[in-house]
């Protein structure tokens, strides 16, 4: 399974981006697709994540500013991010497990004033 990511870009304290995930490859193992995010001296952590039976979650902080869903195309997993805060900098990796797991390249989403 191949991962692309795009989206990512800088934009103000408030502002919104919509990160998006193509995925190629045999999906018939896959059972989650998500994004995690890694920031300058953290570890990288979950931020949401969608299952094939479309139930997601997402980690504290994020509920209610971020929404994930999956693509007209079957193996597309958006990230919508509104209400961004500087503490949403980071890079963020599209994601998918199965069997194992799969990384996308990372895109920098940077929230500033």
């Known amino acids: 399974v191949q991962l692309q990511a795009s989206g990512g870009g800088s934009i103000p304290i408030g502002g919104s981006l919509r990160l998006s995930c193509a995925a190629s490859g045999s999906m018939l193992d896959i059972v989650l697709l998500g994004w995690y995010r890694q920031a300058p001296g953290k570890q990288r952590e979950l931020v949401a994540g969608?299952?094939?039976?479309?139930?997601?979650n997402y980690v504290d902080g994020v509920q209610g500013r971020f929404t994930i869903s999956r693509g007209d195309a079957e193996n597309t997993v958006h990230l919508q991010m509104n209400n961004l805060k500087p503490e949403d900098t980071a890079v963020y990796y599209c994601y998918a497990g199965g069997h194992r797991a799969y990384w996308g390249q990372g895109t920098l989403v940077t929230v500033s004033s």
């Open positions: 969608i299952t094939s039976r479309g139930v997601t």
